[in-house]
T-cell receptor, first 112, second 111 residues
Framework: ETGVTQSPTHLIKTRGQQVTLRCSSQ?????VSWYQQALGQGPQFIFQ???????GRGNFPPRFSGLQFPNYSSELNVNALELDDSALYLC???????????FGAGTRLSVL | QKEVEQDPGPLSVPEGAIVSLNCTYS??????FMWYRQYSRKGPELLMY????GNKEDGRFTAQVDKSSKYISLFIRDSQPSDSATYLC???????????FGKGTHLIIQP
């Protein structure tokens, strides 16, 4: 177990709705990254948060947004859900000065 | 051309065999190289982490990085049925950067 916890485990939404996913980072880790993993694909980097600010972003539209809190936990928000947003969403925590990312079990989102 | 190429398999080998998993990449800026194992419906689990070129061994696992050829490998000795999973290679430039993953190779160890 990595100590990275994500909630909820599963989620079903309809197209056009909004969703919030949550992540608690491993104790002592100050950086959180979010990834989207479609079925049969490797994870794709969405963005990274450090000191409560977005600190790097992959090729995802602005309707994907996030927050990091003072305790280093994080949220991923997705607005105007599309069918293609159906995927496993993974959170990874790390120490800023290191480059080793530890993943949670993920939240499986289904958009109908 | 994708930044990281990885054969999705499936790769099926008998128990006890040596397994070789590979990735190629195109971006010479990658400095950190990782292998993750992912069981079905679970998050990726870090197996090996290497910086720059060279070899690293940890138990039954050996990771190799050849930056001149832009090629990385993971070897698994004395493979076990519990090693059956998807193996993901991942790379990082450094700084405020996310991991770039391969597609993953589905490995099956036959008892």
């Amino acid at each position: 177990e990595t100590g990275v916890t994500q909630s909820p485990t599963h989620l079903i939404k309809t197209r056009g709705q909004q969703v919030t996913l949550r992540c608690s980072s491993q104790s002592g880790h100050n950086t959180v990254s979010w990834y989207q993993q479609a079925l049969g694909q490797g994870p794709q980097f969405i963005f990274q948060y450090y000191r409560e600010e977005e600190n790097g972003r992959g090729n995802f539209p602005p309707r994907f947004s996030g927050l990091q809190f003072p305790n280093y936990s994080s949220e991923l928000n997705v607005n105007a859900l599309e069918l293609d947003d159906s995927a496993l969403y993974l959170c990874a925590s790390s120490l800023r000065r290191e480059n080793i990312q530890y993943f949670g079990a993920g939240t499986r989102l289904s958009v109908l | 051309q994708k930044e990281v190429e990885q054969d999705p398999g499936p790769l099926s080998v008998p128990e006890g065999a040596i397994v070789s998993l590979n990735c190629t990449y195109s971006n010479s800026a990658f400095q950190y190289f990782m292998w993750y194992r992912q069981y079905s419906r679970k998050g990726p689990e870090l197996l090996m982490y290497t910086y720059s070129s060279g070899n690293k061994e940890d138990g039954r696992f050996t990771a190799q990085v050849d930056k001149s050829s832009k090629y990385i490998s993971l070897f698994i000795r004395d493979s076990q049925p519990s090693d059956s999973a998807t193996y993901l290679c991942a790379m990082l430039r450094g700084g405020a950067d996310g991991l770039t993953f391969g597609k993953g190779t589905h490995l099956i160890i036959q008892p």
